[in-house]
């Protein structure tokens, strides 16, 4: 699968009849990226962080527990990204 940043750099070799549709591709893939992602935050916070069901609301550990686990997910994604777009520059730049 070739990664978004890759994908708009090969949309300047693109004909310009067929760049609109490319850039509704492209989005469409950002938007099911960042939902993937999401989902997978709820998932991992929800399963290490509430403990029961006794309420309609979190208890205050429950809350704390969420954000912190939220926070370092987005840190670590976002860290996955730099990395990953560092590696992938590194690979395109002739050596």
Same mark, same amino acid.
């Given at each position: /699968?070739? @990664? %978004? @940043?890759?994908?708009?750099?090969? $949309? &300047?070799?693109?004909?310009?009849? +067929?760049?609109?549709?490319?850039?509704?591709? +492209? =989005?469409?893939?950002?938007? /099911?990226?960042? +939902?993937?992602?999401?989902?997978? +935050? %709820? =998932?991992? !916070?929800?399963? *290490?962080? %509430?403990? @029961?069901? /006794?309420?309609?609301?979190? *208890?205050?550990?429950?809350?704390?527990? %969420?954000?912190? !686990?939220?926070?370092?997910?987005?840190? $670590?994604?976002?860290?996955? @990204?730099?990395?990953?777009?560092?590696?992938?520059?590194?690979?395109?730049?002739? &050596?």
């Amino acid at each position: /699968r070739v @990664g %978004v @940043g890759a994908a708009m750099n090969a $949309l &300047s070799t693109i004909p310009e009849h +067929l760049k609109p549709e490319m850039v509704r591709s +492209l =989005e469409t893939m950002q938007m /099911r990226d960042s +939902l993937r992602m999401y989902n997978n +935050l %709820v =998932e991992i !916070c929800f399963a *290490d962080c %509430v403990r @029961g069901f /006794r309420s309609k609301t979190m *208890d205050s550990k429950e809350e704390a527990c %969420v954000s912190n !686990c939220a926070e370092k997910y987005i840190k $670590l994604t976002q860290r996955v @990204g730099y990395r990953f777009a560092e590696h992938q520059a590194q690979s395109t730049t002739p &050596s």
